[in-house]
C-alpha cells in the first residue's frame, strides 16, 4: 500500500452481509458496495467476525446473565436464535459458511483489491474457542493444567472435552476474568507459535493484513505473569524471542506489504510497533476524546512523530459505545475531525456515520432497526469528501501552537490545530474541543506572496480573506462556536 494514513473501515460481517439478503454470502455483494466504500475514501475494510465459531459453546457460555441483559438492552425482541456466538471464539481459521466459501472469500478480496481496497482479517492469537476441533487434533498448543490446578480454580480452567483426564485453561486478560467460551493458546510451547505462524503464512493468500486481537498477551512476560503457577508447575523456559517478532518477520519475508494491525492496551504499543507491527490501537486517544480534557489530548499528539505515524485512531468500534451516545452528538462530530485529520489509521466502525446509538454485542446475530441521523451522515459525508485527497493521505502533518488573542482571554485552550503540507498545497485544521465559543491567532508559514490572501473553509462552505501581514506578524484569528471546526484550504490568487 503507498497511502502513508490510510482510512479503515470495520465490518460487523455476520449483521451486515443480511443487508444483502437473508441467505447472501460474500458473493452476493454488489459492486455498488464497493463503489462506496471507495468514493468515501476507504483503503482498508476489516471483515470482523469472518470465521467458523463453535456453536457447541453457545448454550454453555453464551446465555450468562450479563450477556442476556446486554441482549435485551439492545435488541428487545431478541429470541434465542439470534445468538450466535462470539466471532472471538473460533473453531478455526475457515471462513462462516454463513458468509460464503474460501472461493467466494478469494474474489471479494480480487474485487476489493482492484478498487485499491484491501481487506484486513481477524487474527485471534490469544485463544481459540473452548470446544475448538483443534483439541482433538491439536492439543499441543493449547495451555494444559492437571485436575489439582483445576479443582483450585475451576473458573479459569476447565475439562478438556476431548479428555476426560486432561484439563485447559480459558483465554485471559490477567487484569479481568477469563473468557469462558475460549481455550488459552500456549506461547511458551515452540510448537504453538510455529502452528500460529503458519496460519498467518497461509493467511497472506486470504487477505492483505490482520487485526490482531489482543495483542499484548501472547508478549512474554504478560504471559508469564498471568500463567506463572502453571509455568512454573510444568518447568516451561522463556522463549528467547517474542512470539511477534519471529511470526511477522517470516510473514513479512513472505509477503512484506502485509499489514499488522495490533488491538493493544497498557502502553505496550511502542513495544508492539518495535516488535513489527505496523499499527497499534490509540486507545488513550479515545479515552482523552471521551474525557473533554483539552490539553491532555494536545500533550498525546505531542507524542514522537514515528509513534503518531503508526497509530490506529478511533472514536467508536465493537467494544466501545457508540459515538453519538458515549460524546454526545456534536462532541462526537468534533472528535471524528480531530481523528480524521491527524496521523496514523483514521479508523470507522459500521454504522457510526449514520449516526447509529445502539451497541451490539458481538454474540447477536441479528440488529435491531434504527434510525438514521441525517445531520450526522451528512457531516461525514463532507468529512470524508475533504480529507479524502492527498495532502492527508501521504502530506506531512505538523501541530500548532493556539495563541491567545488577549492576555485576559483564555479560550485559546480549548482549541486544537494542525497544519498539513504537501508541497505548496496547505490546509489548516482548527476544532473547538469546548462547550464555550473559543479564540485563538494561528501562525504558519504561508506558500504565497500576496498581500492577501484566500481561505476557503472547506467543512463549512465559507470563504475569508485575511492579510498576509496579519498573519504573519499577529497570527490568523480564529472564533469558533463549541465543537465547531475549520478546515482551510489556501486558494492560489
Not at 441483559?69 to 439470534?82: I, P
Not at 483445576?150 to 484439563?167: G, I, L
Not at 498471568?226 to 522463549?239: A, F, H, N, Q, S
Not at 492527508?392 to 497544519?419: H, M
Amino acid at each position: 500500500m503507498n497511502i502513508k494514513y490510510p482510512r479503515l473501515l470495520e465490518i460487523n460481517s455476520r449483521i451486515w452481509i443480511k443487508r444483502f439478503g437473508e441467505k447472501a454470502t460474500l458473493a452476493d455483494v454488489p459492486d455498488s458496495q464497493i463503489d462506496f466504500w471507495k468514493s468515501n475514501g476507504f483503503d482498508l475494510i476489516w471483515l470482523m467476525g469472518i470465521w467458523t465459531n463453535n456453536k457447541k459453546v453457545i448454550s454453555e457460555y453464551c446465555f450468562e446473565p450479563e450477556l442476556i441483559k446486554s441482549y435485551t438492552e439492545a435488541l428487545k425482541d431478541w429470541r434465542k436464535e439470534d445468538v450466535i456466538g462470539s466471532p472471538y471464539s473460533i473453531d478455526k481459521y475457515e471462513i462462516n459458511s454463513m458468509l460464503g466459501t474460501t472461493a467466494d472469500l478469494i474474489n471479494f478480496k480480487k474485487r476489493l483489491n482492484n478498487a485499491g481496497i484491501s481487506l484486513i482479517l481477524d487474527f485471534i492469537s490469544n485463544h481459540f474457542s473452548a470446544k475448538s476441533s483443534l483439541i482433538w487434533t491439536n492439543k499441543e498448543i493449547f495451555l494444559t493444567a492437571d485436575e489439582y490446578i483445576f479443582k483450585n480454580d475451576p473458573y479459569t480452567f476447565y475439562p478438556s472435552p476431548a479428555n476426560d483426564n486432561e484439563f485447559l485453561a480459558h483465554g485471559r486478560d490477567p487484569l479481568f476474568p477469563p473468557w469462558k467460551d475460549t481455550a488459552q493458546i500456549n506461547f511458551y510451547e515452540p510448537e504453538a507459535r510455529k502452528f500460529l505462524t503458519n496460519i498467518l503464512l497461509d493467511l497472506t493468500e486470504l487477505c492483505d493484513g490482520v487485526r490482531c486481537d489482543m495483542a499484548m498477551l501472547p508478549l512474554n512476560n504478560i504471559f508469564y505473569n498471568t500463567w506463572i503457577g502453571v509455568l512454573k508447575k510444568y518447568g516451561y523456559e522463556r522463549p528467547e524471542k517474542e512470539f511477534w517478532e519471529e511470526a511477522i518477520a517470516q510473514v513479512k519475508s513472505k509477503r512484506n506489504d502485509f499489514l499488522f494491525i495490533a488491538e493493544t492496551y497498557r502502553d505496550l504499543e511502542w513495544q508492539l510497533q518495535k516488535l513489527g507491527f505496523d499499527f497499534t490501537y490509540d486507545k488513550k486517544l479515545t479515552d482523552r476524546l471521551a474525557g473533554g480534557n483539552v490539553q491532555s489530548v494536545r500533550d498525546h499528539l505531542l507524542a514522537e512523530e514515528v509513534y503518531q505515524n503508526k497509530s490506529v485512531r478511533f472514536i467508536e468500534n465493537h467494544d466501545e459505545e457508540r459515538a453519538v451516545v458515549k460524546l454526545g452528538r456534536e462532541r462526537s462530530l468534533a472528535a471524528a475531525v480531530i481523528v480524521s485529520t491527524i496521523p496514523g489509521i483514521a479508523f470507522y466502525f459500521d454504522g457510526q456515520c449514520d449516526g447509529k446509538k445502539i451497541k451490539l454485542p458481538v454474540q447477536l446475530g441479528r440488529e435491531p432497526e434504527e434510525k438514521q441521523d441525517e445531520k450526522v451522515k451528512e457531516f461525514y459525508r463532507k468529512l470524508f469528501s475533504i480529507t479524502n485527497e492527498e495532502i492527508f493521505k501521504n502530506g506531512k502533518w505538523k501541530i500548532l501552537d493556539t495563541i491567545p488573542v488577549a492576555p485576559s482571554d483564555l479560550t485559546n485552550e480549548n482549541l486544537l490545530a494542525w497544519e498539513w503540507r504537501s508541497d505548496d498545497d496547505l490546509r489548516i485544521v482548527t476544532v473547538n474541543y469546548d462547550n464555550v465559543t473559543s479564540r485563538c491567532r494561528l501562525k504558519f508559514d504561508l506558500p504565497v506572496t500576496e498581500d492577501e490572501i484566500v481561505l476557503k473553509d472547506l467543512i463549512n462552505n465559507n470563504i475569508y480573506k485575511r492579510s498576509l501581514k496579519e498573519i504573519s506578524e499577529k497570527g490568523l484569528f480564529v472564533e469558533l462556536k463549541s465543537f465547531h471546526s475549520h478546515i482551510f484550504q489556501i486558494i492560489q490568487q
